[in-house]
């Protein structure tokens, strides 16, 4: 009897051990991890019912995780050693993605092979989350910058939305103090102390705050100088105001106190939340910086999926990102109307969707106009240290524009990255 207890008892544990190893292979839930219920995590979900259409047992498990949480988790877990804390898959700030890959290279499963064809986006938006060579996430939000004005205000000043196209920032500025002079109000606006259009138009040369093997390239940027110039000129001459904060920021377009904005298309939703402004508004491409490999397009913002290197269901966490995200147009024709989630997945411009006109701009298609932006966009390189060189230098503009001299500024921003770098 004692035999055949002990016999029966190890078979009952191998049939159990047989039954976890089952339902870890053959799981067909996921858990992700993302930020903004009316945007992301309204989008995940919405891809989880286009994958359900050809797995309708396929579930998902989206907790809501703010962009902050996401990096504190994934660096603790990493740092512990435990990556079983972490979901099957997280998104991720484009501008912090290699920044985590080059720090926690185990975190990150690499999805190269993982049957997402990478051409099939813009290629700056594809090296946020590309080292060595490596492909780790999958490109989701468009942070294409776009060139956003008040058509009744130009015509006031008798211009139109086509002498703002294909121009340089000389023909820019010019045109703005020209709008200024006549109408009173200034042509765009931005927040005292933040980087952010400088590292627009910075982009848009193709340049970075680092070069390409990752060393620091600040005090002898001579595009980063320009471009610092030209933000400083308009401050003075007031094409450009600086506001305090971002609801300062929002109002100064969405109120009428100026002509329109430079920003990711993600401004959109702010702009149209002024429903007494519909059918005013056009938009265009950027102004260029008149140097050698400038262009009229850049990027501010986004962010793309990644794949946990630790979850137990990668195949299935890889196949449904490839088949909704990084293939499916009917994807995101689905989740633009209702939360102006704008596909960098460049099949999805051509969609009869994205075709729409916009009344509220006029009757501009301007999904596929700027879907078509995201496609001309330099990459730039950013690196362990984006962040850091990026409030260094926001720190050296707000000098600049109080009248210090432009060289010493930068100087100081390098030393300081440099120090933090170790260098």
């Known amino acids: ?42 989008a995940m979900n919405e891809a989880a019912k286009v994958y359900q259409e050809s797995h309708p047992d396929f579930k998902l498990n989206v907790v809501e995780t703010p962009w902050e949480d996401v990096q504190t988790k994934v660096t603790t877990a990493a740092m512990s050693g435990d990556l079983s804390t972490l979901p099957d898959i997280f998104l991720c700030q484009d501008n912090a993605f290699q920044k985590n890959v080059i720090n926690y290279p185990d975190v990150f499963a690499d999805l190269t092979s993982g049957g997402v064809d990478f051409t099939q986006f813009p290629a700056a938006k594809v090296a946020y989350s590309v080292v060595d060579g490596k492909n780790y996430g999958v490109p989701f939000d468009n942070g294409a910058t776009i060139q956003a004005m008040r058509t009744d205000i130009l015509q006031q000043a008798g211009y139109t939305i086509k002498d703002l196209t294909d121009i340089t920032w000389d023909r820019f500025i010019e045109i703005g103090k020209d709008v200024k002079a006549k109408t009173g109000l200034p042509m ?136 909704t995200f990084g293939g499916s147009v009917k994807f995101y024709e689905t989740i633009l109307p209702s939360s102006g989630a704008l596909a960098t997945y460049l099949p999805a411009g051509k969609s009869d969707v994205y075709n729409q006109p916009s009344e509220f701009f006029g009757g501009q298609k301007i999904f596929a106009d700027i879907t078509a932006y995201a496609a001309k966009v330099p990459s730039n390189a950013t690196g362990v ?21 432009i060289d010493k500024a930068l100087a100081e921003a390098d030393a300081t990255v440099s120090m933090q770098m170790g260098a």
């Open 385 to 405: 240290y984006y962040y850091e060189a990026r409030d260094a230098v926001g720190n050296a503009i707000t000098q600049v524009v109080g009248g210090a001299d």
């Open 1 to 42: 009897m004692k035999k055949l207890f002990v016999l029966m008892l190890a078979l009952a544990l191998m049939f159990s051990s047989l039954t976890v190893v089952s339902a870890e292979t053959a799981s067909n839930e996921l858990t992700v991890w993302c930020w903004d219920p009316a945007f992301n995590i309204y």
């Open 188 to 323: 765009i606006s931005g927040q005292a102390g933040a980087p952010d259009m400088v590292m627009i138009m910075l982009q848009s040369c193709g340049s970075s705050l680092f070069n390409t093997d990752g060393t620091l390239n600040i005090k002898d940027n001579a595009a980063l100088k320009k471009v610092i110039g030209y933000y400083a000129e308009m401050v003075k001459d007031g094409v450009c105001v600086e506001t305090n904060g971002w609801d300062g920021y929002i109002a100064t377009f969405t109120t009428g106190k100026c002509t329109g904005t430079i920003n990711g298309c993600w401004i959109l939703g702010s702009i149209q939340t002024a429903k007494d402004q519909s059918g005013k508004w056009a938009l265009t491409n950027i102004p260029k910086v008149d140097i050698d490999g400038g262009t009229n397009y850049s990027n501010n913002g986004g962010s793309s999926w990644a794949v946990s290197a630790s979850s137990k269901n990668f195949k299935l966490a890889n196949d449904f990102l490839a088949s």
